[in-house]
Structures are given as structure tokens and as C-alpha cells.
């Protein structure tokens, strides 16, 4: 994917920034086709990866939960900027048969484009987000830029075992300026460091710690897959504090804010990572309020760019329809 180099930024550990930040709650067609036609006027690099095909997309779901396998590290605590939720934070949403019929109503009025949706509940930490919501399409699609995350996570966790450190070159840069620069530039140049300093092999075997089946080669993932990544971040049981706070910070206004976080209510704070890759069009998101969490990932195959705009509608209308009932 296309991304303008960044400026170096500096070497402290930035905080997550918790501002709240005005949206508008739907933007118009207008700003929509606007915001296309300035990633279609780039030229899209080759990326990293080979844009592998999408494993099989035929088996779909409508509106089940799936239990995480996934077998996750301890932390001593959640992130600084999301701390956790005490009962008396009150009681989130709830992820009903309303909510279900709403985004799969999405989903079947849109069927001319594969699409798969994956909730997560994080309200009350890591130990309650198991049962993922998932919609539509199951199955891995090319993840694009959403594995930037997965990523991240792997060369943090080498900082924190001592591997590795944030002031290590990493090509004209600091290991911690090519980070910042793949996550909230969406860089691929950086991309491409940042696997080669974790190493391929390696960044399968954290995802398998996960319970995600992650190959680079490929770049696949699952929706459920992709939220299960997020709900580690954000619940603090993958990374130190501090490492959580910086991620989380670099997926916050970042190049290209017209998906979920266009869509998302003002008063609700969004960490999210897109993806634009040929006929891919994806956006995973961490949306908070109070003590309210939840990741939501929707992944959009078509034909190509085209139809961009239209899937950007499909990724605004199931924003909508999650932040209406649960926030």
C-alpha cells in the first residue's frame, strides 16, 4: 500500500493520547469519495508481501460466538491510558440478537462484496473477552495492513525480553521511529524492517502463542483472528504497560481516519489500523467510552478499488449499528 514517509519523530515513549475526539457521526458521500480518490491518486507499492489469495471464503456464520483458544501471556496490569473496568465502572452493552440482526442485515444487503465482522467484548478485561460475535464471511482474508499489528506486538515483546530495543538501527532510523511509521503512516518499508528484525518464522510462532494462525508469506487472517490480536493489546496481557500505551497511541489519527474512525460518535475514543490492498479493504478498531470497550474488525473484499466507496459505507453502517447499541 501507498504512505508518505513520516518525519523522525523523538525517542521518548509517547503516552496514549485519551483525549476524546469529535467526530462526525456519519460523513457525507462527498468527504467519502474524497478521501477514495486521494488514496486512488497514489500509486499502490507492491507492499511487502505477495498479495496472496484469501484462503476458501464459502463457510459463513451469522451472528455466532466462537471461543478463543488463544493462550496468552500474564501482565502485572492494564495499560495506563485503559485502565481496567471495576464493576461499579457499570455495565456495558450487550451484544444481543437485535444487535446481530442489524449487522447481518448489513451484510446481506451487500453481498455482492465478501464481508466479515468479528465483536469482541472488552468491558471487563481479558479474562471475560473469549466469546468472539462473528458475521458473514469466517474465513481468512489477506489481511493487508491490519497485520501491522501483529507486528508491532512481536518486536515488543523482544524489547521486553531483552532482545531487542527501541533504539536499535533499523535501516536510516530507530527501531522506534520505523514502529511509529508502520502503524500510524502505514509504511511498508517500515513493515518490512520490523518483520525482518523479529524474524518470519518467529512472528509465526507469537501469533501460535495467540492462538492465531499467522504465516507472512501469506499475510491471512480471520476476523476473529484480528480482534483476538487487538483484545491482548488492549487488555494489557501482551505487553508492559508502557509498550502498551505507546501502540496504542500510534493507532490514534493516524494517515487515513475515514472508516470506523469516521463513523464512531463523538466521546468515543477509537484505536484502529486500516487496510488497502488491491480488492481488500479492511479497518480493525479498539472503541472505548467509560468503562465500555470493544474491538471491532471488518474485513471487505470486491473487485478492486472501485468500490471502495461503497465498502467504506458497508464499514460506517456496522460502526454505526455496534456504537448505537452498545455505547
Not at 83 to 99: F, K, R, Y
Request: charged share 15%.
Amino acid at each position: 500500500m501507498e504512505e508518505r514517509t513520516p518525519q523522525q519523530p523523538g525517542r521518548r515513549r509517547g503516552g496514549a493520547r485519551g483525549r476524546l475526539r469529535s467526530r462526525a457521526f456519519r460523513r457525507t458521500r462527498a468527504l467519502v469519495m474524497a478521501a477514495c480518490a486521494a488514496i486512488l491518486a497514489v500509486a499502490l507499492g507492491a507492499g511487502v508481501h505477495s498479495a496472496a489469495q484469501a484462503r476458501s471464503t464459502a463457510v459463513v456464520q451469522s451472528g455466532s460466538v466462537t471461543n478463543s483458544q488463544a493462550s496468552v501471556p500474564a501482565s502485572a496490569a492494564s495499560p495506563a491510558a485503559t485502565p481496567a473496568v471495576s464493576p461499579a465502572a457499570g455495565a456495558a452493552g450487550i451484544i444481543d440478537a437485535e444487535l446481530d440482526a442489524q449487522i447481518n442485515g448489513i451484510i446481506d444487503a451487500n453481498s455482492g462484496y465478501q464481508i466479515g465482522v468479528a465483536l469482541l467484548d472488552l468491558s471487563e478485561g481479558a479474562e471475560a473477552a473469549e466469546a468472539v460475535h462473528e458475521y458473514g464471511v469466517d474465513a481468512a482474508f489477506v489481511a493487508a495492513s491490519t497485520a501491522k499489528v501483529l507486528a508491532a506486538e512481536a518486536y515488543y515483546h523482544l524489547v521486553e525480553t531483552g532482545e531487542a530495543s527501541l533504539e536499535d538501527p533499523l535501516g536510516p532510523y530507530t527501531a522506534e521511529f520505523q514502529l511509529q511509521a508502520m502503524i500510524q503512516q502505514s509504511d511498508n518499508d517500515s513493515w518490512s524492517l520490523i518483520m525482518d528484525a523479529v524474524g518470519h518464522g518467529e512472528l509465526t510462532d507469537y501469533a501460535a502463542s495467540m492462538g492465531v494462525d499467522y504465516s507472512p508469506a501469506s499475510n491471512t487472517l480471520t476476523p476473529a483472528e484480528m480482534a483476538h490480536i487487538l483484545a491482548g493489546l488492549y487488555s494489557g496481557t501482551l505487553l508492559e504497560p508502557a509498550d502498551t500505551e505507546q501502540l496504542l497511541a500510534y493507532m490514534q489519527d493516524t494517515n487515513y481516519e475515514t472508516l470506523i474512525p469516521a463513523a464512531a460518535p463523538a466521546g468515543i475514543t477509537v484505536f484502529h489500523k486500516y487496510g488497502l490492498l488491491g480488492g481488500e479493504l479492511h479497518d480493525a478498531g479498539i472503541l472505548t467510552q467509560g468503562g465500555k470497550a470493544y474491538a471491532l474488525v471488518v474485513y471487505t473484499k470486491g473487485d478492486g478499488l472501485g468500490s471502495v466507496p461503497e465498502r467504506t459505507e458497508v464499514i460506517h453502517q456496522v460502526t454505526e449499528a455496534v456504537t448505537e447499541a452498545l455505547f
